[in-house]
Structure formats: C-alpha cells, structure tokens
C-alpha cells in the first residue's frame, strides 16, 4: 500500500513528521521574524487584524508561502537523492501543494472569521441606532466577504480535483505494484477483489479522511491563536470560575471528553466489521464457484454462508446503538457548548454582537478539528477493515505467514487442482 507510492515509507514518514516539526518550531523561534531581513517583517503585535482578502498577500503572508516553499524543496532534493522512486513527484511535491492549499482555505476561514466581528459590531450599531451609514457602506462590507467567499471557493475546487487524482495515482502505483506480483497473489482467496475493490476503496477512503485529518490540524494550529485572541471578552467559566485561557481549556476538556467516551462505546466496532468482510469475501466466492461448477453454491452451503452474514451483521448492529447513542447525544450537546461557556460573560454584558458571532465560529472550528475521531470513526473502522484485507494480501510477498482464511483457500485450491 505505501511502498508502491511512497519511497521506503517507515523512514519516509517518521522524517517527514520530523523535518515538519523542525520547521513549525524554526517559524515560531525566529523564522516568522527572519522576513524581516527580506522586507517581509511579522505582523506587529497587538496591532488589529487586517480585515478582507489583502491580509491573504501581506508582508507575513508572502514571508511564509517563500519560507514553506524553502522547507518543501530542501525536504524534496534530500529524497531525490537518498532514494529515487518513480511516483516522488506526486508523493512529495504535490503533496506539498495539497497541504499548501488546505492551509490556504483554512486562513480565508480564519480572515472570515476577523470579518465578522467589525461586520456583526457594525449591524449592532445600524439596529440599535447608534451610527449612521450608507447603503454604499453596507454593500461594500458585505462585498469584503464576497471576496473572501469567492477565492476560498475556488481554491476548494481546484484543491479537491487535485487531491482526485493525487489519490488515483496512488491507486495506480499499487495496482502496479500487486500485479508486477501477480503469480505470488493469485491464489490467496478475494485476490482479484483485493486488487480491485480493496485497493479502489482505500484511495476513496484515503481521499476523504486524509484530507478531512490534514485540514483538522491546520484548523487547529490557524484557529487556537484566534481564541486566545478572543478570551479578553470571557469573564470565567460556569461552574468552574475565572481560569487561564479559558475557551482553549473548555475546547480541549469537552473534546477529549467526547472522543474518550466515542472510541469506548465504538471499541469492537473495527473487530465486527472486518469480520463482516470475512463471511462476506467467504459467502460471494463460493456463489464465484457456483457460475462454473454445477456442484458448488449449493442451497444448504449457501444457506449456512449466508446465515454466517446475517448474524454478524446482526450483531454490529447491535453494539452500534449504544455507539450511536453516545455519539448523537454528544454532538447535540455540542451545538450549545460553546454559549454555555459565553454563558456568565454575555449576562455581565460583556460581549457585543461581533464577538458573540466570532467566538462559537472560532470555538466550533477548533472543537470540530479536535472532534476529528469522532466525526470519522465509522470511516475510519471501513479504513482499518480494508487495510486489514489489503495488509494481509501483503504478507504473501514478505514471506509472512498467510491468515487462517486464505491458507484454507490455497490448500483447497491445490487438492482441487494437483497440477
């Protein structure tokens, strides 16, 4: 699944997560301040943000697409010579590009957020009667948000027509990869399904939960600034008082509250369903038979095949209703946390109708992001289902021993045909 695409994985990731982290620490430790040696000076502190799309091409904007253009390149040429492999192309460099793109949308949602405090001040002030202004005024304020609206609609697009092929190359490199060893796979059992389906399924499933986690981190790291920013306006907390960055440790208490409580009740939920997708592979090859031998997918083997899928999905759907329990009553909570927390700041009058906006967008941007398990876990347990089948069709080629399944189907195959 990996080395097909991606040069000698193990090494590869742990020193992209490496080289990342490096260069996440260098921004925050001097690089950010080192454009100023350029003329690409930070952004002064305590200065208001700037509002609309020119905060997109500032000074320390335009210092950080050249400063991750510089660590992407570097990371690029290491591997180019360390270890060339036929798909570096797309496994680095446009990888980069993705992860430049969702950084991209996620910082228009960051400036649409600054848009709305002054905007939402603004109508406070048109309702309550305490300024005057013009329809021009109007139209032009909503038009700062047209702009911000437009652009990160584009870049959606041209990001996720990316991200589609990005992901079918993949799918190209490991369809190569098994059949270059067609004759070691061909008689473990679902071998065709595990080329085909199994190997389609992974990238599909890839494209939505990698994207979906990249852009979880990048809201975080966007958005926690954001609600530091905007815990001047938070007096304390119910029940537990006046605390230090107040809406970060809610965000981050209630999270891990949740993902806690979702991952107990969905524990045997991966379990379950890979062993659906046993009696299933095990129930559709013995109807395979059945096409071109008038002996096999007899009524009584197929019945009791099909009973075997009857009763684990019986099963899995039982231990989904305390799992669904959990999850629902959660995210139904979650949709009045973030005024709970507002909820002894805004009765001391200390929030308008700007902020009142900002703070449940910014808090339900970083709870969401760190919600991510939550949000993906029956993707994720397809996920784990299909590396489980894709990771044992593997173990052929390492000389691994063969899963009890399949070594059944290959001393079957070899007493049906000697030769």
Known sequence: MFVSF??????????????????????????????????LPPAVAGAPPVVGIAVLVSKPFLWFYIYFTICVGVFYAFWRLYAPHPWQN???????????????????????????GPFFDYIQGLISKTIESTNAEFFARLATFAWLALVGMN?????AFIVSHWIFRWRMAMNDHFMTNWNKLR?????????????????????????????????????????IRLEDHISELPIIGAIPHPLVVAAIAWCVFGTISVMIA????????????????AYRKELVYGEDH????????TAELFSNVRRNYFRLYFHY?????????YLQADNIFAFFVMGPSIVAHRITLGVLNQIPNAFGRVTGSLQFLLSSWSTIVELQS???????????????PLPEIDQRYLARQSAEDPA
Request: no cysteine.
């Open 187 to 227: 008689h473990i059992e679902g071998a065709s399904q595990r080329v085909q389906e199994d190997t389609m399924r992974f990238a599909q499933i890839m494209e939505d939960l990698g994207t979906s986690f990249v852009q979880s981190i990048m809201t975080l790291i966007a958005f926690l600034p954001v609600l």
């Open 321 to 329: 209703i305390y799992f669904n329990v959990v999850r629902y009553t």
């Open 155 to 159: 870049v959606s697009v041209v990001n």
């Open 294 to 301: 008038a002996d096999r997918a007899q009524p009584f083997t």
């Open 6 to 39: 991606f040069p000698q994985p193990k090494l590869f990731f742990s020193s992209a997560a490496v080289w990342s982290l490096a260069a996440i620490l260098f921004w925050f430790f001097g690089g950010e301040q080192l454009g100023a040696v350029f003329g």
């Open 90 to 116: 797309w496994s680095i460099l446009v990888a980069a590009l993705i992860l430049f793109l969702i950084y991209f949308n996620v910082q228009i949602s960051v400036a649409v957020n600054d848009w709305y």
């Open 266 to 281: 969905g524990l045997k939920l991966p379990g379950l369903q890979f062993r659906n997708q046993r009696v299933e592979a």
């Open 386 to 400: 299909v590396h489980k089948r894709l990771r044992a069709f593997e173990a052929t080629l390492q000389g691994e």
